[in-house]
């Protein structure tokens, strides 16, 4: 039975896939907050250009 803890204490498969699966949630969360970030500087270029394109047509 002990050789059995031995074994399971050297296998390391497991750590290293929850290490993987630590750094891509943490790489997916950066680029989340990247595209979120820069989707509403894009929204507020284009609501400047439709306002832009609005002021023209009134005059």
């Known amino acids: 039975m ?3 803890f031995a074994r399971f ?5 497991g750590a ?3 290490e993987y699966g630590l ?6 969360v950066g680029i989340i907050g ?9 929204a507020g270029a284009f609501g400047d250009v439709r306002d832009g394109i609005q002021e023209g047509r009134a005059e």
């Open 2 to 4: 002990s050789k059995l």
């Open 9 to 13: 204490r050297k296998n390391e498969k």
């Open 16 to 18: 290293t896939a929850i």
């Open 23 to 28: 750094i891509a949630a943490l790489i997916s």
């Open 34 to 42: 990247a595209a979120v970030t820069i989707g509403d500087e894009i």
